[in-house]
């Protein structure tokens, strides 16, 4: 795969890493309530439904990540499966949740997709 591929997979599973984050412990907290404009009844609320989507989110950097280190064939399978969930969750997440998604997910992944087939 080419760097730019590369770089661009680590980015998404960084976004990733950090939307793990986000959904698991910050859910409640000023910052997290912050990034999804959450009121601090509905983050309590929802605080179990969130930490479950951070899992997933901590999944698909994981799968990310070890497709680049396994490099070649194999790597490549691994991050278009991946990156195929990745932009299937930010399809579904752009159209049920907020269109903001589409740009933050599902277009990164788009990307790094087109990226690894051009090299």
């Excluded at 680590?10 to 890493?17: D, E, P, R, S, T």
């Excluded at 309530?33 to 997933?56: D, H, I, M, V």
């Excluded at 399978?77 to 990156?83: E, I």
């Excluded at 907020?98 to 790094?112: E, F, G, H, M, V």
């Amino acid at each position: 795969m080419s760097i730019a591929a590369n770089v661009v997979i680590a980015v998404i599973a960084l976004l990733h890493l950090w939307f793990l984050i986000l959904e698991m412990f910050l859910w409640t907290k000023p910052s997290g309530r912050r990034a999804f404009g959450l009121t601090a009844e509905f983050a309590e609320q929802s605080k179990a439904l969130a930490a479950n989507q951070g899992l997933y989110n901590g999944f698909l950097a994981a799968g990310l990540v070890w497709g680049l280190c396994l490099g070649g064939a194999a790597g490549f399978s691994v991050n278009v499966f991946f990156l195929g969930c990745v932009l299937v969750a930010g399809i579904f997440g752009g159209l049920t949740a907020s269109r903001k998604i589409l740009w933050i997910q599902a277009l990164p992944a788009l990307i790094a997709l087109v990226l690894i087939h051009l090299a």
